[in-house]
Structure formats: structure tokens, C-alpha cells
Nanobody, 115 residues
Framework: QVELVESGGGLVQAGGSLRLSCAAP????????MAWYRETSGKRRELVAD???????EYADFVKGRFTISRDVTSNAVYLEMNSLKPEDTSTYYC?????????WGQGTLVTVSS
């Protein structure tokens, strides 16, 4: 079964930083975009940041200026650098990779920001 491998979650104090990583498998279909979503208990999963194959980037308003998404084409990886973390950023973060034929999700990595 094809999987996305996520890492980098954990516990951090407010104002701190974390870096999430996600490695996508190489498949015969091309990657169109890579993204990070988050889901907090009782709320819908929401987009955090998205980067297209042409490096067009979109951020949710609540992370603009604090989070940075990037990708490494050679390793098929996507990263989320999270700075100035707030307690309200506490959530499970999911990697999403959209190939030509299918979209894959990671298993989720928990980020907890203490006040």
C-alpha cells in the first residue's frame, strides 16, 4: 500500500518552532501539488498551506507570516516550517499529495503548543 511518511510533530511552548516533513513515494504518475492540512477535534479538516508543481503557494490566513511550506523535488518531500506557534495551532497535521491519478494522505502528526 502506498503511504506518505510524516515526521516532526511534538510538544512545543508558545512562540516556539517545529518543522514537519513528509516523504511521498515515487510513482509513474506526476505530482501536481503537495499540501498540509490540520484537523482539530470537533472541527473540519482545513488547509494550512499548499504548493503546486509550479511552486505556486497558498497559505491559510491564520498562518500567513508564521509558516512556510517548501518542497524538494529530488526527494519527493514537502516541509512545513512553523514559527511563532500559538496554542490554537495545536492540532493533528496531515500531509496531502495530489498525483495525476490519485490524492494520498499521511497518517497525521500531532502538534501540541503549550501556553
Amino acid at each position: 500500500q502506498v503511504e506518505l511518511v510524516e515526521s516532526g510533530g511534538g510538544l512545543v511552548q508558545a512562540g516556539g518552532s517545529l518543522r514537519l516533513s513528509c516523504a511521498a513515494p515515487r510513482r509513474r504518475f506526476s505530482i501536481n501539488a503537495m499540501a498540509w492540512y490540520r484537523e482539530t477535534s470537533g472541527k473540519r479538516r482545513e488547509l494550512v498551506a499548499d504548493i503546486s508543481s509550479g511552486d505556486s503557494i497558498e497559505y491559510a490566513d491564520f498562518v500567513k507570516g508564521r509558516f512556510t511550506i517548501s518542497r524538494d523535488v529530488t526527494s519527493n518531500a514537502v516541509y512545513l516550517e512553523m514559527n511563532s506557534l500559538k496554542p490554537e495551532d495545536t492540532s493533528t497535521y496531515y500531509c496531502n499529495v495530489r498525483y495525476d491519478d490519485v490524492a494520498l494522505w499521511g497518517q497525521g502528526t500531532l502538534v501540541t503548543v503549550s501556553s
